[in-house]
């Protein structure tokens, strides 16, 4: 992981080798984070909430309706409040991402103030899921034994909930099926020239939902 300034290929820091070449790349929508990384419908639930709480609590203690929905307008303000600041950090964070794939590596260039890149070497990558959720997807990849990534240094992309073994994701793809069919196709031309690791090939093959 390294941090840099300076793009001669968009997403990546620096020119590709010889014999290297981008197969695929995308980015995470800003609505997908949203949902998955920011939880912005939860917050919302969780305003509404406590705004019926707040509101149900002073007409219980005699206040009319307008005073009762006048006292309740500070929750509501925190809620858009809240809201919009979220959206705002879903929208930066999925403007500041660029996930590529080449015919050697996955590079997840990120970071809204400090930009980010992670180099994933097909060859360490054991197998890749799926998690699908409406219009969005996210491509989880499942690293060597051995290998380890900091969950913090890595969010939000890596799988939620993997801590003791941290997975480098791939969220809010719009596209997600057109990304795991081309890393399909390349881990599998990765492996071939090995011998052995021909065993991943069926592991990629089967790229599923989770």
Known sequence: ?????????????????EGEYIVWQG??????LAQRVFHVR???????????????????????????LAASSWPFALGLTALAILLVMAW???????????????????????????????????????????SHADICLTLAEGDRISFMALWPHARPWHYARVKPALRGLANADTAAALL???????????????????????????
């Open 92 to 134: 930066l964070y999925a403007r500041s991402t660029v996930y590529t794939l080449t015919n050697k590596r996955v590079v997840l260039r990120f970071g809204v103030a400090i930009p980010m890149m992670i180099n994933v070497p097909l060859e360490r990558v054991n197998a890749a899921d799926i998690a699908r959720y409406g």
């Open 27 to 32: 980015e995470p929508e800003w609505q997908g």
């Open 1 to 17: 992981m390294s941090e840099y300034e300076y793009e001669p290929i968009r997403g990546l820091p620096e020119q590709l080798p």
């Open 184 to 210: 399909a196709d390349v881990v599998g031309a990765a492996a071939r020239p090995a011998e052995a690791p021909r065993e991943l090939e069926p592991g990629f093959a089967g790229v599923v939902s989770a």
């Open 42 to 68: 939860g917050v919302a639930l969780y305003f509404l909430l406590l705004m019926a709480w707040y509101l149900w609590s002073k007409l219980q203690s005699g206040a009319s309706l307008p005073e009762a």
